[in-house]
Nanobody
């Protein structure tokens, strides 16, 4: 049974930091694109960042470049999202996803991902 379990969400003030974790189990971690998405009640789900587990290639949304960093620990089958300089507009439910593709131009397309976590809430106050 494939499971993606997110953790690390919470409430912080603007300018603060959080690190999200996504622990994967039940499938082969390699040769997957691991992505982080976020969604609010008002907006569609959007891709935040992704990493291709085979070679570590990373992808970021323009809105988070320079502030967020995605990384992986293959020994722990875990992907991280370090979020710095957080802004109120980063407030959302954050989801981890795994897809059997190599990222590239499709990294932010949620339909490319096969598995999803349950989400973790991030709230940034001004």
């Amino acid at each position: 049974q494939v499971q993606l379990v997110e953790s690390g969400g919470g409430s912080v003030q603007a300018g603060g930091s959080l690190r999200l974790s996504c622990a994967a189990s039940g499938y082969t971690f390699s040769s997957n694109c691991m992505g982080w998405f976020r969604q609010t009640p008002e907006n569609e789900r959007e891709g935040v960042a992704a990493i291709y587990t085979d070679d570590g290639s990373t992808y970021y949304a323009d809105s988070v470049k320079g502030r967020f960093t995605i990384s992986q620990d293959n020994a722990k089958n875990t992907v991280y999202l370090q979020m710095n300089s957080l802004k109120p507009e980063d407030t959302a439910m954050y989801y981890c996803a795994a897809g059997e593709f190599d990222g590239g131009s499709w990294w932010a397309s949620d339909y490319e991902y096969n598995y999803w976590g349950q989400g973790t809430q991030v709230t940034v106050s001004s």
